[in-house]
């Protein structure tokens, strides 16, 4: 069974840093593509941040360049993305998942207030 858990999110002020991780189970995790996205309440889910098989091939969205970090450790199945100097804007919830695809994860919430 495939699953994917996130964590990591919380509440931060404007400038802070959170690291949302993600471990995965039920698939060979070192033969996938890893991705995150968020989503906002009523809005479509959007790709934020990619790596490839190998830790190469990464790629950001925007407005996250220079202010986030995605990495993986392929023996514990574990993507992360660190994220820096964070904004009000960067609050929703953010998820993680496969390419492919695989059933979506509860998220984690990110929170960007003073």
């Known amino acids: 069974q495939q699953q994917l858990v996130e964590s990591g999110g919380g509440l931060v002020q404007p400038g802070g840093s959170l690291t949302l991780s993600c471990v995965a189970s039920g698939f060979v995790f070192s033969r996938y593509t890893m991705n995150w996205y968020r989503q906002a309440p009523g809005k479509t889910r959007e790709l934020v941040a990619t790596?490839?098989?190998?830790?190469?091939?990464?790629n950001y969205k925007n407005d996250l360049k220079g202010r986030a970090t995605i990495y993986r450790n392929n023996a514990n199945r574990t993507v992360y993305l660190q994220m820096n100097s964070l904004k009000p804007e960067d609050t929703t919830g953010y998820y993680c998942n496969r390419s492919g695809g695989s059933p979506w994860g509860q998220g984690t919430q990110v929170t960007v207030s003073s």
């Open positions: 790596i490839g098989k190998t830790g190469d091939e990464i």
